[in-house]
């Protein structure tokens, strides 16, 4: 029994190779993944400190890096010597499994169970640091927990369509639009309204209505606890 749960030990360190590598690369994995993943979620310093050099590098470049420039960032990396010959050897671990590539959304749903069970794992821990003081604080227990296990990966963002043609069926077809109440002109304007998966940016000159408008509005995309959590923050804020 002790082998077996050290083999499933194993075998949960080495999905974290199998989240780095699709991370580099698999494009369509890193969209859909990527928002909900950060550096304490993985449990080795290496694969810790590579995920840091992803996102660093995404964030500079807006694009994934290759093996290659994760090489070369790791090698001008002032960090303990014994860190950067880990994971240097672990880049390697990770290229050895290049040839047992999961399927994609068999990778998606295995990603988010991971980060669930990662962040759950923390929120709980916290939750008894918090129990042990005199203060205890409920809501942050409950804030941390609700955060856990309410992983979005939604992988309806976007339009994956290899043809031009379907793209443009999808993207202008009626049924995809979703008409703002009382902004008849501006439905109008817009083709019939807004379009889901997509992003809208609203310019005009100052005091023209933008915000006015918007903030009017946003009522219809929201749920009315969210909306009413914005009119508060507004009212204090204006």
């Not at 995404?58 to 994934?64: D, E, G, R, V």
């Not at 083709?191 to 006015?212: D, E, F, N, Q, T």
Request: hydrophobic letters at 35%; one cysteine or more.
């Amino acid at each position: 029994m002790e082998n077996q749960e050290l083999n499933f030990e194993n075998q949960e360190l080495n999905f974290e190779n199998q989240i780095l590598l699709n991370l580099i690369t698999n494009s369509r994995y890193f969209r859909i993944a990527y928002p909900n993943l950060n550096s304490n979620l993985f449990e080795k310093p290496e694969n810790q400190l590579l995920f840091n050099i992803i996102k660093d590098h995404f964030n500079k470049y807006s694009n994934i890096p290759n093996f290659k420039e994760i090489g070369l960032v790791l090698k001008d990396k002032n960090i303990p010597i014994n860190l950067k010959k880990q994971t240097a050897e672990q880049i390697k671990n990770i290229l050895k499994e290049k040839n047992e590539l999961l399927n994609d959304d068999f990778l998606v749903d295995k990603t988010k169970d991971f980060i669930i069970k990662r962040k759950l794992t923390d929120a709980i821990l916290k939750s008894v640091d918090i129990l042990k003081k005199e203060d205890s604080n409920f809501v942050e227990i409950y804030e941390s927990i609700k955060d856990s296990i309410t992983v979005n990966f939604n992988k309806t963002i976007g339009m994956e369509y290899n043809k031009a043609e379907d793209r443009f069926e999808k993207y202008t077809h009626k049924d995809t639009f979703t008409p703002i109440l009382g902004m008849k002109r501006f439905n109008k304007l817009i083709g019939g309204g807004i379009r889901p998966a997509s992003l809208y940016m609203i310019l005009g000159a100052a005091h023209s209505g933008k915000c006015h408008n918007s903030s009017s509005k946003i009522n219809i995309f929201v749920d009315d606890k969210t909306y009413q959590r914005y009119l508060k923050w507004k009212k204090e804020n204006s």
